[in-house]
């Protein structure tokens, strides 16, 4: 009876593994970061959250 009760923890931990690997990809991905943009100038500045690059016009003083 110790044997299942132990494979079953094993189970568990490598899952809870594979949950945090999975959660720490998706916040990785998900984090914006600046992306360089030289084709539209230095008045504009772009991000990129995952798959989607945002850019906006940054307001000159």
């Known amino acids: 009876m110790t044997g299942s009760l132990q494979n079953r923890?094993?189970?568990?931990?490598i899952l809870a593994s594979?949950?945090?690997a999975t959660a720490v990809l998706l916040v990785a991905m998900a984090a914006p970061r600046a992306v360089p943009s030289a084709a539209l100038g230095?008045?504009?500045q772009?991000?990129?959250a995952?798959?989607?690059t945002t850019?906006?016009?940054v307001p000159q003083a």
Do not use: P, Q, T
């Open 9 to 13: 923890k094993v189970r568990m931990l």
């Open 50 to 52: 995952g798959f989607v």
């Open 55 to 57: 850019c906006r016009l």
């Open 18 to 20: 594979l949950l945090a």
């Open 46 to 48: 772009c991000s990129k």
């Open 42 to 44: 230095s008045e504009w």
